[in-house]
T-cell receptor, first 113, second 114 residues
Framework: NAGVTQTPKFQVLKTGQSMTLQCAQD?????MSWYRQDPGMGLRLIHY???????DQGEVPNGYNVSRSTTEDFPLRLLSAAPSQTSVYFC????????????FGNGTRLTVT | AQTVTQSQPEMSVQEAETVTLSCTYD???????LFWYKQPPSRQMILVIR??????QNATENRFSVNFQKAAKSFSLKISDSQLGDTAMYFC???????????FGGGTRLMVKP
């Protein structure tokens, strides 16, 4: 059972480039989410989804897009990367809306130069 | 809005001793969950312990226990018999029962010294 799988583990982008961070879970979880982790600020919610076809904004959504076409996958897109998006990104899932705990992926370290 | 505050950016403890990490929070809800997550250098987020707000009894998981003071909105983590493997960042987190957002504190970096 793989749990929550994030790819890639590391990525370096130049300002203005686009990329997609991949997240997949094999636990049939309804709820999936993306967080970014910055020093001294803990993790902050970017976007979340309570099921296929449903997404919503979290605390820091600007500069990011998401979609949820299947239950298993929840990709995070950066359309035009900025240095302020340098961070560690975590995908997390749980069995259903309002149902903790969250299961986390191992994170993607993104650097934008 | 809900907030979580961890006032101790860094702490250290000698191996085999006990250490307490502090966390305070604010929420207007009455039903919520509180969590402590551990993040070792591997970057993995590991759930250490959870507490439902409606439960008066403090949660315990082996060497980890919490002191949950609902009226004071305080949720501290006690680690007994500290081990070198406990060295990590520790995050306190809050989730309202009806919402979808898990709000994290800024973290406490714990170093266990041999």
């Amino acid at each position: 059972n793989a749990g929550v799988t994030q790819t890639p583990k590391f990525q370096v982008l130049k300002t203005g480039q686009s990329m997609t961070l991949q997240c997949a879970q094999d636990m049939n979880h309804e709820y999936m989410s993306w967080y970014r982790q910055d020093p001294g600020m803990g993790l902050r919610l970017i976007h979340y989804s309570v099921g296929a076809g449903i997404t919503d904004q979290g605390e820091v959504p600007n500069g990011y897009n998401v979609s949820r076409s299947t239950t298993e996958d929840f990709p995070l897109r950066l359309l035009s990367a900025a240095p302020s998006q340098t961070s560690v990104y975590f995908c997390a899932s749980s069995i259903g809306q309002g149902r903790p705990p969250l299961h986390f992926g191992n994170g993607t370290r993104l650097t934008v130069t | 809005a809900q907030t979580v505050t961890q006032s101790q950016p860094e702490m250290s403890v000698q191996e085999a001793e006990t250490v307490t990490l502090s966390c305070t929070y604010d929420t207007s809800e009455n039903n919520y969950y509180l969590f402590w997550y551990k993040q070792p250098p591997s970057r993995q987020m590991i759930l250490v312990i959870r507490q439902e707000a409606y439960k008066q009894q403090n949660a315990t998981e082996n060497r980890f226990s919490v002191n949950f003071q609902k009226a004071a909105k305080s949720f501290s983590l006690k680690i007994s018999d500290s081990q070198l493997g406990d060295t990590a960042m520790y995050f306190c987190a809050l989730k309202n029962n009806a919402g979808n957002m898990l709000t994290f504190g800024g973290g406490t970096r714990l170093m266990v010294k041999p």
